[in-house]
């Protein structure tokens, strides 16, 4: 069992139906939400980057990047994952992106993100896997709970498509299988308990 | 205990063979260490020390698992249409035009752009040089052959880089795969090179190297800089990944950036 007192870095996996997904959540954060949030979100090699900034900048987050290689993470600060290019922890505060061949035909591979962000992390770590119609990132997120961090999923039945937060929870069980009002209210809870910390 | 072991490996590989990773990333190359790990059915890394010691096949293994070769014909078409549209022309006035592909992998960088010298007429007056670090790389670039799937992505690319004929008339089908044409090859060399331990190639008007320097460390990175910098004609192109860019420090007075949303930079000339 992971503790979501514990957690210094969120990281959140989403495919099909993500952007819908990822805005369920972001909505209900609250303002100033601190913790650092790194999201592998599937989408097109070409797809427009603006559009999504702007969209995911009317929430709580002071800076919305599209991480480049070194990229040192912040508090108050989103993270997503470019497309077409995975993307590791170098260290505990240091992004980099990786051209390596695509693991569950998926490149980002949020289970590259998970167990790398993982190494580091540990107890610290909260992940999140949303909707999407493959597998990637269920083997990932078991491993977050496997070295003692928070693991939360969708509920497939409210997900556009249920496969991926299905495939997690056939493999184990995670600390909560939730719809996305209670995903974020998870996250502002830790929130409160970083924001002690620091 | 881990990071000491693979220390230790890496250090055996520069010592013995020359091939250094010892600055590259820790973070992909432990991904790809624990792959040959696996691969290799062992436990610990230091195992590995004296399989790739006394086995220059492992090594080959080894190396080709560290350094990878994923690449396209026509990779990023906003690149390549940039390069049609606003290096080449520059390109017209040199009698004869180098161009490097560092970092080649399989040769699909070099090819495009001497498919790119052809349609521009300047074939006859240019030379593509392609290096890499792997020589499996380098004998499969040699070779110029590739597979049906791979072809078809290629053509999509192309036609999506603005070019304007098809990519078949620059190739020739046997066997079920596509073979570059002689008169191509004929202006595409590939060397082994190094871009950590060997010196400046040739000099060059336009250098590309694309998701290469991605997987160095930033001391590893200010090498390859400079390398380019002084591989470069005055004026000199240089075009990085996608998602590469220039240090600050590199764009004081040595390059300066010639498009606003893609990673090409041209020499600057000061004093």
Known sequence: MGSIKQTELIVIGASQGGYEALCGILENLVKNFLIPVVVVYHRAKNSDWNYLHEQFSRYTFKEVREIENYELIKPRSIYFAPPDYHVLFEDRKTLVTSFDDYVNYSRPSIDILFESACSWYKKNLMGILLTGANNDGAKGLHGIAAAGGYTAVQNPVEALAPKMPQSAIEIFLPDTVAGLKEISNLMNVANIYFREKI | ?271
């Open chain 2, 1 to 271: 205990m881990t990071n000491l072991e693979i220390r230790l490996l890496l250090e055996a590989i520069k010592e013995h063979y020359r091939y250094d990773f010892t600055e590259y990333k820790s973070s992909s190359l432990r991904r790809r260490l624990d792959i040959f790990l696996s691969a290799c059915q062992k436990q610990y890394f230091s195992e590995l020390i004296p399989l790739v010691l006394h086995n220059p096949d492992k090594l080959r293994l080894l190396i080709n698992t560290l350094t990878i070769g994923i690449t396209e014909m026509f990779r990023d078409p906003p690149i390549f249409r940039f390069i049609v549209e606003k290096i080449i022309p520059s390109l017209r006035s040199f009698s004869l035009i180098n161009i490097w592909s560092a970092g080649c992998s399989t040769g699909q960088e070099p090819f495009s752009l001497s498919i790119l010298m052809k349609e521009a007429g300047l074939l006859n007056r240019s030379h593509v040089f392609g290096t890499d670090i792997n020589q499996d790389f380098i004998n499969a670039a040699s070779e110029g052959i590739y597979s049906e799937e791979e072809f078809s992505l290629y053509s999509k690319n192309y036609v999506e880089s603005g070019c304007p004929v098809s990519l078949s008339e620059y190739f020739h089908v046997r066997y079920g795969k596509g073979i570059v044409n002689d008169d191509i090859r004929k202006h595409v060399s590939f060397f082994k090179h190094n871009l950590v331990t060997d010196h400046d190639f040739v000099e060059c008007q336009l250098i590309m190297c694309s998701n290469v320097l991605i997987y160095f460390n930033k001391e590893l990175q200010n090498k390859a800089w400079n390398l380019f910098y002084n591989s470069l004609h005055n004026f000199g192109y240089l075009v990085l990944g996608k998602q590469e860019k220039l240090p600050d420090h590199m764009l004081v007075d040595r390059f300066k950036k010639v498009s606003d949303d893609l990673p090409i930079y041209q020499k600057a000339i000061h004093g």
